[in-house]
Each structure stands twice: as structure tokens, then as C-alpha cells.
């Protein structure tokens, strides 16, 4: 008895010593306080060699040169499993017509995903230079050239980390977001089964190169979108009373739709209808049989949304009927339903800020205002916990950059390293803290030395290859 007792004190306090020693030396040499924040430097380090810079803008210029719309990225699909292959990163293809999904680390749990969007807009683009767009009347002019090359990118960082990486980062290669809910069709097709989290982004010019805004909760509004046929009798505009007026009838609904907004909706539950496009007619001193008119609608709630649409239809019809008018209206809605609004996850809003912040400085981790603006990202989230933010590329000493969806669009290629490290350091932090939550929970060890074991063996293994200069890329 009085042995067993002598024992059991000496293992507690040998314990106490083993456990206390790796905190001390946690706390005084990695100075944050779960051991991690080294990696998204390094990874920016590395993320910004000149080979590594020389070949993610080449990769970027191929795919601007040859721009493709939704479902038809042929071209940029091949581009991009051609780069896998020369990475040795296994693939899916075709998932969703033109998409690829690759799979970096063990191809075991956990799983975390990487996403990034494909496809071109219908816009000629202006101005003159070496990479333009050689495809009349098509445009890489939302920047998914850019989201195509940083997700390249980070695939490229994580396999030359592979062996420090325990679970896998799925890629995710979409098509159509441009209205073609591409995210929608991807995920039908499974490619999010059993990942826990994911990660997207997207460039802008209203933000400066080295700075990313985002924000918990919902960033950007539901989408839906309409078009009505309004029919009358056409005749002579000089005998009005011998027709049925569909331009007149269309008019009184564009304004009429407005009051759904001005009159109906909650002040504090913004929502936007425009209507976007109105065609009839084809002379001064004729009515037109009919007109046709096209819009959008948005909210940052699928009720809202779904009341709007509702609202919609009714004023349409009644309007018309107002005026003896007929009206059919297709909303669009199938396959693909109303774009949700995008929500990000508060805990993965905790990680973006502490990755973001430990590779850019946390003054350059703004906060985003809610934009009316949509995105198909937002389906990934009503699957799983997702998370989208906004990477900045403007560059104070150059003129500033046109906006997306305008042939003035222009990418400041600088962004292409920070875009491809954040979301590889995103990925890889995401499956450490997995690894370390299991092993503590698991009772392996104390909770205290985890992140201090873990997050020194990836630094480490990252600072021997930093400095192994003559690695070929
Ligand atoms: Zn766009
Ligand atoms: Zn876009």
C-alpha cells in the first residue's frame, strides 16, 4: 500500500513537468497561443518566389486568354487537370460537365474543401494587351481567371507540404457560376460528402493588394431572377382605342414592382427588385402585340425571397390584367432554384480572421458591409459550414482597376500569391486544429502541448524546404 501510493505521486508529478515544459516553450517561442500562426507566412514566403510568381501568372494569362461561358469551360478544365497531373494530384472529372475536383493529403478524413469558379462572361473586352481575351465577345471579366490560378496555387503549396498535411483538401473546380448555378449541380453530384468546411473567394478592386474583407453572417444577398411576357393586340399608335397597349401595361408593372420594396418590405430587411431589361416595339407610330421584360429580385433571407417572388407574379399579372393585358412569367427556378444568400460560418469567420491576420497583419482584415450583390458559393453553405471573403488587388500607385463585368475589368496580377497562400494556409490550419481537437479529445495528450507538437512539425518541414533554394518548382 504505502509502495503503491510512493508511485502514483512520483507518475503525477512527472506528468505535471512533462506536460508544463512544451507551454513554457510554446508561449516564449511561437508567441501566439495555439502555435499555428507561423504557417501562413511561410506559406506567403513561399507563395511569393519568383518561380512560383512566373508560373501562377502564366497559368492566370492562359486561362484569360481563352475565356469560356458557363458549362463550356472545356478548355480551362483540360488546362487545369494538365497542372494537376504535373503536380501529381489525383482528380474526378467530369463532375457537372467541365468540372474537376482534386484531392491533396491522404485522401482520408478529415476533409476540407478549396473552391474556386471557371467560367467567362458574354463581354468584349477593351484595351490592348499581350494576354487580352482572343475570343470575340467573351471575357474573363468577374476574375475567375484569377480564382481558377490562386486555387492552382494553393493546390501547388499544400503538395509540397504533403506528407505534414493528416486528412485531405478537396478542390473544387467549378463551372457556371455566372448564373448557372454550377455550386448547385457540383454539390448534387456529392462533391462536399463528408467535408466538414469550405472556403471561397473573390477578387476586387475596391480593396488593396495585401487586404481581405469579409464578415460573419450574411455578406451577400439571395438572387432570383424573372422574365414576363406582357401580350396586348398591336395596331396603329394613332388609334390606341382599336389595340391593347402591352408597352403601357408594361410600365405601370416596372413601377408597380418598385412599391414591393418601398411599400411592403420590412426596412430592415433590405431587398432590391430591378428590372433590368424592357423590349417591345419596333417603330414610332406602331403598338406592339407584346413586350417582353426581364429582372432580378434579391433579399438576404430565402422567405423574403420566395414572398418577393410571390409578390411578383401577382403584381405582373394584375398589372396587366389592369390594362386587358396577358402576362406569362418563367422565373428560371429549375433545375437550378433562387440563389440562397450567402452566410458565413461564425467559427470559420474566428479562423479567417486569426489565418487571415497571422499572414497579413490584422489591420489589413477589414470588416464587409452586406452587398445586394450574389453568389452560387451560397448553396456549398446551406450544405456545410462555408466561408467567402474578398481579396483586394488594387495597387494605390497605378490607376485604379475597372469593376467586374465591364470590358474595362483588369486583374493586378500581385494578388495571385496572396489569394493562393491564404486559402492553402485556410485549408491546412483548418485540418491541424481538426487533428489536434481529435487527439486531445481522444485524451492522447494535453490539450496544452498539441498545437505545439503539431504546428512545429509542419514549421518546421516548411523551413527546411524554404531553405532548399535550388528546389526546381
Ligand atoms: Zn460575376
Ligand atoms: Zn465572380
Known sequence: MKTSMGFSKFVSLVLTFHLLTPTLVLSSSLSSSNGLSGIPRKFLDFAKRKEFVDWIVGVRRKIHENPELGYEEFETSKLIRSELDKLGIPYKHPVSVTGVVGFVGTGGPPFVALRADMDALPIQEEGDW?????????????GHDAHVSMALGAAKILQEHVQDINGTIVLVFQPAEEGGGGAKKMLDQGVLDNVDAIFGLHVTHQETVGTVVSDSGPILAGNGLFTAVITGRGGHAAHPQHSIDPILAASNIIVSLQHLVSCEADPFDPRVVTVGKFQGGSAFNVIPDSVTIEGTFRAFSLTSLVQLKQRIEEVIKGQAAVLRCNATIDFHDKPVPLYPPTVNDNDLHEHFLKVAGDMLG???????????????????????PGYFYFIGMQDESRPKLGSVHTPQFTINEDVLPYGAALQASLAATHLLKAELKSAST?????????PYCAATHLLKAIYMKNCEDSRPF
Do not use: T
Not at 130 to 142: D, F, L
Not at 442 to 450: A, Q, Y
Open 362 to 384: 490584422n489591420d489589413k482584415v477589414k470588416d464587409m458591409k452586406p452587398l445586394m450583390g450574389s453568389e452560387d458559393f451560397a448553396f456549398y453553405q446551406e450544405a456545410i
Open 130 to 142: 499581350e494576354h487580352r481575351s482572343k475570343i470575340p465577345g467573351k471575357m474573363h471579366a468577374c
Open 442 to 450: 481522444e485524451g492522447n495528450m494535453h490539450e496544452d502541448v498539441l
